[in-house]
């Protein structure tokens, strides 16, 4: 059983930037892939970035390319999310989740383990 507990998030102007954090306890975060997500209000769940258990390969999706990057720490159990650029429709719940594989996926059921979330703002 994997705990994620995420940090980092909050308000900023359009533009700015944020680094959200995940810290993993229990379970085998370092073989397993993380991923991090965001939920808009009435809008599905969506994948942002994810990283494989070594951290050599990332997927992000396109809207993110070129200003989000996710990287993680095997040492410390956590994966960041550093976030630039920031537009107003980045403007989510973000959470952290943790595979039951070691490569990462875009298919939400591959992750079992889920944060609460950590909120984003960015105002125009």
């Known amino acids: 059983q994997v705990q994620l507990v995420e940090s980092g998030g909050g308000l900023v102007q359009a533009g700015g930037s944020l680094r959200l954090s995940c810290a993993a306890s229990?379970?085998?975060?370092?073989?397993?892939?993380m991923g991090w997500f965001r939920q808009a209000p009435e809008k599905e769940r969506e994948i942002v970035a994810a990283?494989?258990?070594?951290?050599?390969?990332?997927y992000y999706i396109d809207s993110v390319k070129g200003r989000f990057t996710i990287s993680r720490d095997n040492v410390k159990n956590t994966v960041y999310l550093q976030m630039n650029s920031l537009k107003p429709e980045d403007t989510a719940v973000y959470y952290c989740?943790?595979?039951?594989?070691?490569?990462?996926?875009?298919?939400?059921?591959?992750?079992?383990?889920w944060g609460r979330g950590t909120q984003v703002t960015a105002s125009s």
């Open positions: 990283i494989s258990w070594t951290g050599n390969s990332a």
């Open positions: 229990g379970g085998t975060f370092s073989t397993s892939a």
């Open positions: 989740a943790c595979s039951k594989y070691t490569s990462w996926s875009t298919d939400l059921d591959d992750y079992p383990y």
